[in-house]
């Protein structure tokens, strides 16, 4: 039996044990006059029972299939003749996947010699058990609880609270594993960065002006120690998220005030799901339009007044980007906008204000920290963004402010580091991991902040 | 305080015996669409003059051909039961709902003799004339100083900043808030309590210098302590001031105003002098609410 096939017998009996459970407890009830004489409502029942069927046959499934394939190679290693145990890790490795090989047929017994024939049969003999003996065993156990839970089941016994408490527990683990995976993202980033700056000194790497990540691949090579330095590509990445925010922040803002302020409800219905659709287009799509339109547009309008434009130019990735993030500014902005209670505006206009006053002087001012707020994630955004500006930014190092060359930023440089073949301990590689480190510090500080600005704001009108 | 129920009206008895709405069926139908107040609705001289009007939000009418006048430096109380149309009416004089989309004013409402719903009429400058405090007091998350300023900034009363101190004292003085906010007039206006809101929210009102300030149920968020200080208040201002207020308490009615007007189901059903109302209303309808059988 395979794992689909053992997956969907567990499906089966655990709808059983539910319905069991629905039964039973109606059953309990019907002599004592009706449900509302359980200590718990019928479907609690069901989902004890589910619990109880569900649990110990997934924790034995889990167990079993993580320390099977350890378990069983340790059984075989033992059986293996004595020149065995003397192999390196490796080596042994690779002894223990041709007796499995043979194992299963693929490579002749005589290739690796009659000494093995105990341990090969050995491994058969387990194979097969395994094969039979877990999805039995599973499904007896799921089985089991479910009767048991029946059989446990009572009148008096409130079953709501074990049962809340195991969703409880089920929550738990869910969230827990959101917070695990960032805390191992975090690590193995974190590591990898150390081992980098055991190669590159901190400080190069901080204050360093030049990035030319090319280092000696073989030792014989000469003259290329690459240079780390980061602040070519900060610079880079800062201008082109400036340019991104000096399109999105006002018209992002604008087209929120419009919808929230004086669009009427059919002009909202229409514009805003088309603002939502920019928001929906994969950068990537994106990314094609700056690098194959907007470039070459802005590249030919310079030349045209006689400025010489890089045809991959800081302009043309921020322009774009910006104006993929226009429905994140608004519809974050609208959101606050729309927040501020309708009472401010009756109190302005009930002074005499006009529409335009009262959004200049008290709407604005009251929405303020939540698009301040919003605006700092957007620019989390646009520092984070990559495909863009891989395809539209260039991948030189220039430091430079100028709009109209080529920059880079840091991820376009991950991308590049990571692409191809290389070692894995190499400097090159490894700075991939820096600057992941040091893009991951920026935007978490950038949402901290933003966070504790939207929540200080939620405060004010409650 | 009194109950809210619309359907009480069916606990009439017998023994009002007002021949205007006929015992026993006094539903809508009753007052049929060309009912006429009773009492005194009209004056001599008024500052507003209300002639025929009409409101309607989308299909359902909320106001059915209301006349009448308010004299000035009257204080006039509007009562009646819940979603009888007071907040709707009231909001008419100065325009406030032009800000709900689907309300539509019909009908001739005159502000010293200048139809106000004329197309003439700028809607900003009227509100400056005509100013309103709202039920729940809505002070800006602004300072104290900048709530009571806003008014007279927006329209440009002031040129000088020592002319604005002064209105800003002057109008936290006639509202009765300068003794407990003067040495805070930095902190932020919704830092008060709602008593002290809402004497801001006065303040600013007073702050442009309106003609009429209108009132809807000022009192209704505030404990009996700060009511009282709001009707003293109210009595106070209404020496410079004309004030219309909606209010639920007929205590509160009795204790401000000089005339009362009744609604109901979007009528208006009596305006009489406040001392008459209370005690020999005209109409069978105003005598069940004004008793508590209903509303
Ligand atoms: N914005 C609106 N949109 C639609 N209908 C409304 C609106 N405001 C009020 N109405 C309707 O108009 C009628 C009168 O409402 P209004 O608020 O004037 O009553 P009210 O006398 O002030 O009641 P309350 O004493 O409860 O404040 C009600 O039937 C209400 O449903
Ligand atoms: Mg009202």
């Not at chain 1, 980033?189 to 073989?218: C, D, K, M």
């Not at chain 2, 002070?139 to 040129?159: D, T």
């Not at chain 2, 059903?269 to 609410?289: C, D, K, M, N």
Request: net charge negative; proline share 5%.
């Amino acid at each position: 039996m395979d794992l689909s096939t053992l997956v969907l017998v567990l499906i089966a009996v655990t709808v059983a044990s539910y319905y069991g459970g629905v039964m039973r407890s109606q059953a309990l009830a019907g002599p004592l006059g009706g449900i509302k004489h359980l200590a718990a409502l019928p479907s609690y029942y069901g989902f004890m029972a589910v619990i109880w069927t569900v649990v110990p046959a997934l924790i034995l499934l889990l167990i079993w299939t993580f320390t099977e394939s350890s378990v069983i190679a340790n059984m075989v290693i033992a059986l293996m003749p004595p020149e065995a145990a003397n192999l390196g890790e490796g080596e042994l490795s690779l002894l223990y996947s041709r007796v499995g090989n043979v194992a299963s047929g693929i490579m002749e017994m005589d290739t690796l010699g009659e000494a093995y024939r105990p341990a090969v049969e050995r491994l058969v003999e387990l194979d097969s058990f395994t094969a039979h003996f877990k999805p039995l065993l599973v499904i007896t156990l799921a089985v089991t609880g479910a009767l048991l839970a029946l059989k446990m089941a009572s009148a008096k016994w409130n079953v709501r609270y074990p049962v809340e408490r195991t969703f409880n527990i089920l929550l738990f683990l869910s969230s827990g594993i959101a917070v695990l995976s960032t805390a191992g993202i975090i690590f193995s980033v974190l590591f990898e960065s150390i081992r980098f700056f055991q190669q590159i000194p901190l400080f190069n790497f901080l204050f360093g002006t030049e990035w030319s990540p090319q280092i000696a691949i073989r030792a014989d090579q000469v003259g290329a120690s690459g240079a780390f330095g980061v602040v070519p590509l900060l610079v880079g990445t800062l201008l082109i998220s400036a340019i991104a925010m000096l399109v999105a922040v006002p018209t992002g803002l604008m087209s929120a005030i419009y919808l929230a302020e004086y669009a009427s409800k059919k002009t909202r219905d229409i514009v805003k799901p088309l603002l939502e659709i920019l928001a929906g287009i994969p950068t990537i799509v994106y990314g094609f339009f700056a690098a194959i339109t907007v470039a070459p547009a802005i590249r030919r309008a310079g030349e045209s007044i006689g400025l010489e434009v890089a045809s991959e130019s800081a302009l043309a990735a921020g322009l774009v980007m910006g104006v993929m993030i226009i429905p994140f500014v608004s519809s974050l902005s609208d959101d606050v906008i729309t927040a501020v209670p309708q009472s401010m505006r009756d109190g302005s206009y009930g002074l005499g204000a006009t529409q335009s006053e009262t959004i200049r002087k008290v709407i604005f001012p009251a929405a303020l920290p939540g698009i301040v707020g919003g605006v700092l994630l957007a620019i989390s955004r646009a520092i984070g963004e990559t495909m863009i500006v891989v395809m539209a930014a260039g991948s030189v190092a220039n430091l430079s402010i100028n709009p109209l060359e080529a920059v880079t930023t840091v991820t376009v440089q991950i991308v590049t580091l990571l692409v191809g073949d290389q070692e894995f301990d190499n400097a090159k590689t490894l700075a991939a991991f820096a600057l992941g480190l040091i893009l991951f510090l920026i935007t978490l500080g950038l949402n901290f902040m933003a966070l504790h600005i939207v929540k200080k704001y939620r405060e004010q009108y409650d | 305080m009194l109950g809210i129920n619309k359907m009480a009206g069916e606990n009439r008895t017998q023994e009002s015996a007002e021949p205007l709405a006929p015992v026993n069926v006094p539903g809508p139908e009753t007052i049929n669409e060309n009912y006429e107040t009773v009492g005194s609705p009209l004056v001599d001289n008024p500052l507003v003059k209300c002639r025929n009007v009409n409101v309607h939000y989308g299909e359902k009418q909320a106001i059915f051909n209301v006349n009448i006048d308010i004299a000035k430096n009257e204080v006039i109380a509007m009562i009646g039961p819940s979603g009888c149309g007071k907040s709707t009416f009231l909001r008419c004089i100065n325009r406030m709902n032009d800000t709900i989309d689907i309300c539509r004013v019909k009908g001739d409402i005159e502000l010293e003799g200048q139809d106000i719903y004329n197309r003439s009429v700028d809607a900003v400058e009227l509100r400056a004339r005509v100013g309103i405090v709202f039920q729940k007091p809505n002070p800006f998350p602004k300072s104290i100083y900048e709530n009571v300023a806003y008014g007279p900034r927006i329209h440009g009363l002031v040129n000088r900043k020592s002319d604005l101190d002064d209105i800003v004292e002057n109008s936290l003085k006639r509202a009765g808030l300068w003794d407990e906010v003067k040495d805070d007039l930095d902190s932020s206006g919704t830092g008060l309590s709602g008593g002290q809101q809402q004497r801001l929210c006065i303040a600013r009102t007073i702050a442009v210098s309106p003609d009429i300030i209108l009132m809807d149920e000022p009192c209704s968020a505030l404990d009996p302590i700060a009511t009282a200080r709001i009707e003293q208040l109210i009595a106070d201002l209404s020496k410079n001031y004309t004030i219309a207020i909606v209010t639920h308490s007929m205590q509160q009615a009795a204790r401000v105003s000089s005339r009362t007007a009744y609604f109901h189901l979007g009528k208006l059903i009596e305006v009489g002098e406040t001392e008459v109302i209370f005690t020999r209303p005209l109409h069978s309808l105003t005598e069940a609410y004004i008793t508590g059988r209903f509303g």
